[in-house]
């Protein structure tokens, strides 16, 4: 027993209070964010030793029903999920203030109250040990996220903010409350256990099988298509809520959710004899193709990284239904690959919207040259989705690829060659036209210029994707230790 993963969670809820507190001091307010990541961070680190050597770090609180209790377990999966938000918070906190600072926001003490809370959610459900308390936190991240979302409060942010709402929590309240009732029906436990929970018991394949569909669509964070449009819709909030949206909290939550079912509800032994592994690897290839294929087709740049995102999450995915250990790995750590490179690329975006209010790549030739820093940056997290070495993107793709050589599947191979083929075709122009294109003619009173608050944490983000690359010991561990 430890309460370590509670004080983790305590320290950004704690954070959310003070912000609201000192709402009419606002310097000091800017503070306690980043304070607060460190102290968070510290505090899941100072448990990693544990989980890398094979243990868990466990606090059960409270019991709700028999067999459902509100408990906390620290393993390598959670790790791997905990390390990547706590980590992530402390740039994004130090950007933000940058960002919300230059644009003399609105609504800022409720900006970052919120901002705290979101990733209080993301950590408790990294280290939830069961499926009640992970679909709580699930939830909280989903209300906590809205206001976000709806941060501009015009009518463009009201039709975002609903189409997010209704997905998220449409999808929650129907499709997931079922699986939730039907899994404590057939199991009496929500618990996740090594091997599987639902492996344990007798139940019919009908059955699981429509209760593990429930699972991949009722945790629509994942953006699995058809239940992905409120990931595009959700562009409309400010580039720090996008980078936390697609790069720390929210989306990874979905597929986090998604590889809890996947290894600890069903067991991958369950998932292969039921014959959904290649049933779902086929479907999230579909998204994975498709979602380039639209972000392709996109001139404004959020608006390209969020479909570049929908792809990219089910990679995740794919990685884990091939069942495969190497393919297993390879999605595990795409977690960690894919944030450090997108959270780059959306600061690179806010950064590039900033100094010069431009939004579409169209509008950017030349820009380069007066935002090299920016663009610099963007460039590396470019190379990292593609898969290109020495990045983490190369490090993950790399297993997922061996891995389906490993299964037998080369029809996911070509779609991974596919995928990066189609990853280079929409992310190297960006560069190409901000490098090279010609400058469009400036007003002589149009100033573009670096801004240090927002330049360093995405020259930061950019040095961590390339880390990864070189040094991916530290989530390689992990990882062995999911499959293991």
């Known amino acids: 027993m430890s309460i370590r993963p509670l004080l983790a969670v305590a320290v950004a809820g704690l954070a959310a209070f003070a912000i609201l507190l000192l709402n009419n001091r606002e310097k000091l307010r800017d503070v306690v964010s980043p304070l607060a990541a460190v102290a968070m961070f510290a505090i899941v680190a100072s448990m990693a030793p544990t989980v890398l050597a094979g243990g868990t770090v466990d606090l059960r609180l409270f019991e709700i029903l028999p067999g459902i209790d509100f408990a906390f377990r620290v393993d390598a999966l959670g790790m791997v999920f905990a390390t990547v938000s706590s980590l992530l918070w402390i740039v994004a906190a130090i950007y933000s203030i940058g960002y919300m600072r230059h644009l003399n926001e609105h609504a800022q003490t409720r900006f970052f109250a919120c901002f705290a809370t979101s990733l209080a959610a993301a950590v408790g459900g990294a280290f939830a040990a069961n499926l009640f308390t992970l679909v709580i936190f699930y939830e909280i991240l989903s209300l906590v996220t809205y206001p976000l979302v709806y941060h501009h409060e015009d009518e463009e942010g009201w039709r975002g903010s609903r189409k997010y709402l209704v997905y998220l929590m449409g999808a929650s309240k129907s499709v997931l409350l079922a699986a939730l009732a039907l899994t404590y029906h057939i199991a009496g436990s929500l618990d996740f256990m090594a091997g599987g929970l639902l492996s344990r018991v007798d139940a019919s394949a009908p059955m699981l099988t429509v209760v593990y569909f429930c699972y991949l669509f009722g945790f629509a964070k994942a953006a699995v298509m058809p239940m992905h449009a409120w990931l595009p819709a959700a ?70 990284l969020a479909y570049s995102t929908v792809s990219q999450l089910s990679y995740i995915l794919l990685g884990a239904v091939l069942l495969s250990p190497v393919a297993m790995v390879g999605g595990i750590i795409h977690i960690a690959a894919h944030a450090f490179s997108k959270i780059t690329l959306f600061f690179c975006a806010g950064s590039i919207y900033c100094a010069s209010g431009k939004r579409n790549i169209s509008d950017m030739a030349g820009i380069g040259r007066r935002l090299p820093w920016t663009m610099g940056a963007f460039f590396v997290g470019s190379l990292s989705m593609i898969g290109v070495p020495p990045t983490g993107g190369f490090v993950s793709k ?80 992990l990882a062995e230790g999911v499959v293991r």
């Open 235 to 304: 562009m409309v909030a400010p580039t720090p809520v996008s980078a936390l949206l697609h790069a720390v909290a929210v989306v990874k939550m979905g597929v986090f959710c998604v590889l809890r079912v996947v290894f600890h509800v069903f067991g991958t032994g369950l998932v292969d004899g039921l014959g959904l592994g290649i049933a779902t690897a086929y479907l999230v290839s579909f998204t994975i193709l498709m979602a380039s294929v639209y972000a392709l087709t996109r001139d404004d740049l959020k608006a390209r």
């Open 398 to 477: 790399w297993y997922l690829a061996w891995g389906s050589v490993e299964a037998g599947e080369i029809a996911f191979l070509i779609v991974l060659l596919a995928s990066s083929v189609l990853n280079a075709a929409y992310f190297l122009p960006v560069s190409y036209v901000a490098f090279f294109g010609t400058e469009a003619q400036e007003s002589p009173a149009t100033v573009i210029r670096e801004i240090p608050l927002m330049t360093i944490p995405l020259v930061a983000t950019a040095v961590l994707s390339l880390s990864m690359g070189i040094f991916p010991d530290y989530f390689l561990t």
